[in-house]
């Protein structure tokens, strides 16, 4: 049997739940659309999770259509409910013959909620993202419908997905003057190839205390070098993953990788968590060996060196406000020439 190093355990955001270092993906839980993991497989896979310690899985109500929550809830059902800390999200559509089958409304929450509770064979939820903003619904809507679902005993925590960092801002800001419970993570794209979120929403997610789970940590399997070497998958010809800046980014990775002898994979998932914020990544696996693969990144740490290079190398442009506090001018006058000597909060 393969040795699969055990994992530790990390609050998620402010609150005392416990979960492991990684997140388990399962978008690719069900084999809708000619791809996936059939039952078998995917209950093979979650059994490896548990056994090395992991009981974080990421789901959602649209994911292979329902099916990603009915073969968890089938796995589940039978074992530990209490091991396992379920993350589900809200939002997307169920159907397209409803105009309240979506959204971020109300009454799409608690419609969407119920049938993911049935799908999952489960009295409650650990932990409910929004899962795409559409700007339409108030935050404090939001807010008040998953603070009811907590009161209920139906979900324990709130989260929330691709939303702008002023809607999460508002949204626990307001959930702290009501008494709601506010939202302990933000689930977002980010990864070598996908930097953006430096600009307002890994800064705000840091001032909240909020546990960022990155989605596409791997960007859509670009930094494991596979397409360097000719292979295929479902990544779409233009995307900006096989840009020349990318191809750059990823040679990077796979040269520390050689250097450090690992698999480029294992650098590009580190490099998420040693960024200086809370983060979890979300790693998805349709085949045991990708999830052991992906496992064995648990016990590295990516030199200082490598790191910068690392940094270097992906580096964007922060816009202002940001680049601006970088300016020495800004920071002379705005520190009065002590911004070296300043011991930060975490």
Not at 305 to 334: C, H, M, T, Y
Request: glycine share 10%.
């Amino acid at each position: 049997m393969t040795y699969l190093p055990l994992m530790k355990y990390k609050l998620l955001g402010r609150s005392g739940l416990k979960v492991s270092e990684l997140c388990l993906g399962t978008m690719g839980f069900g084999t809708e659309a000619g791809w996936g993991a059939d039952k078998e497989t995917s209950f093979a896979i979650m059994e490896a999770f548990a056994n090395a310690g992991g009981n974080f899985l990421d789901t959602a109500n649209i994911y292979k259509l329902g099916t990603s929550e009915k073969i968890i809830g089938e796995f589940v059902h039978p074992r530990d409910r209490d091991y396992f800390v379920i993350a589900t999200k809200y939002s997307l559509k169920d159907n397209t013959t409803n105009p309240n089958a979506s959204g971020n409304n109300r009454k799409n929450m608690m419609r969407s909620v119920e049938q993911s509770l049935q799908r999952l064979q489960t009295d409650f939820i650990d932990v409910l993202y929004l899962h795409i903003w559409d700007d339409l619904t108030p935050i404090d809507e939001v807010l008040r419908g998953i603070d009811d679902l907590i009161r209920q005993g139906k979900v324990n925590y709130a989260a929330i997905s691709d939303t702008p960092a002023w809607i999460v801002s508002k949204g626990n800001t307001l959930a702290e003057l009501m008494g709601w419970s506010q939202f302990i993570a933000l689930q977002i794209e980010y990864s070598l190839l996908q930097r953006t979120p430096e600009r307002e929403l890994i800064p705000m997610a840091r001032h909240f205390g909020m546990t960022v789970t990155p989605w596409a940590p791997l960007a859509g399997g670009a930094l494991t070098g596979k397409y360097l070497r000719g292979g295929q998958g479902r990544i779409k010809p233009e995307s900006n993953r096989l840009s020349d800046d990318s191809v750059r980014v990823t040679r990077e990775v796979m040269a520390i990788g050689e250097k450090l002898g690992v698999e480029p994979s294992h650098i590009a998932l580190q490099w998420t968590r040693q960024q200086g914020f809370e983060c979890i990544p979300i790693a998805g696996a349709t085949r045991v060996t990708q999830l052991e693969e992906n496992l064995k990144m648990i016990n590295l740490v990516i030199p200082e060196e490598d790191l910068k290079r690392l940094d270097e190398v992906s580096a964007i442009d922060l816009g202002f406000p940001g680049k601006f506090f970088r300016e020495d001018g800004v920071r002379q006058n705005n520190y009065g020439g002590f911004y070296e000597s300043i011991v930060r909060r975490p």
